[in-house]
């Protein structure tokens, strides 16, 4: 790391998956889940998993962008989850889990909009996508718990069912943007 970070926060269904995704890039510092998007100060998972204080399961992604670009972590965002289904990313249904780019400045949005249109054009994925951008607002430390959750619980049978792929999946098309 150079010293130099910036922060990218993305909501791509549940933020164990993102997290464990995102962790594993070379030059990115640090994931923390959380909760953004919403309208409720420091809401608690239990209320986030109740579909009423509007917050998205996010991550905040600390980043060394001479290391790996904004751009280059959208282009694994668009790859490790589904941007077409509409709050939703396998059984995980409702609006926290939904597909969002919570962009920090001009450039962050201009990046993030080109990068979708890109996507789309390359037909990642077989419909439209659904994937919010918007201004990124407060964000919320979720609880410790799910801080690291694969990491702390690789057994877990969501872990195993539903992180293991997309981690297989970072390792086939990303290996050489991986932490050694």
């Not at 909760?35 to 399961?57: D, F, I, L």
């Not at 609006?95 to 037909?123: L, M």
Request: glycine share 6%; charged share 25%; proline share 6%.
């Amino acid at each position: 790391m150079t010293g130099k970070t910036e922060t990218a926060t993305l909501a791509a269904g549940c933020f164990w998956c993102v997290e464990t995704v995102f962790s594993r890039l070379k030059g990115v510092d640090k994931v923390v889940s959380g909760y953004t998007g919403g309208a409720a100060p420091n809401p608690s998972y239990h209320e986030v998993c109740s579909g009423t204080t509007g917050h998205a399961e996010a991550v905040r992604v600390e980043f060394d962008p001479d290391e790996i670009s904004f751009e280059a972590l959208l282009e694994v965002f668009w790859r490790t989850h589904d941007p077409t289904t509409l709050n939703r990313q396998g059984a995980d249904v409702g609006t926290q889990y939904r597909s969002a780019i919570f962009y920090h400045d001009k450039q962050q949005r201009r990046i993030a909009e080109s990068s979708k249109r890109a996507a789309e054009e390359a037909k990642l994925w077989p419909a439209p996508f659904v994937t919010e951008i918007v201004p990124a607002g407060p964000f919320f430390e979720a609880e410790p718990y799910h801080q690291n959750y694969y990491e702390m619980n690789p057994h877990q049978t969501y872990c195993r069912l539903v992180i293991e792929p997309k981690i297989r999946k970072l390792h086939k098309d990303f290996a050489g943007k991986l932490k050694s």
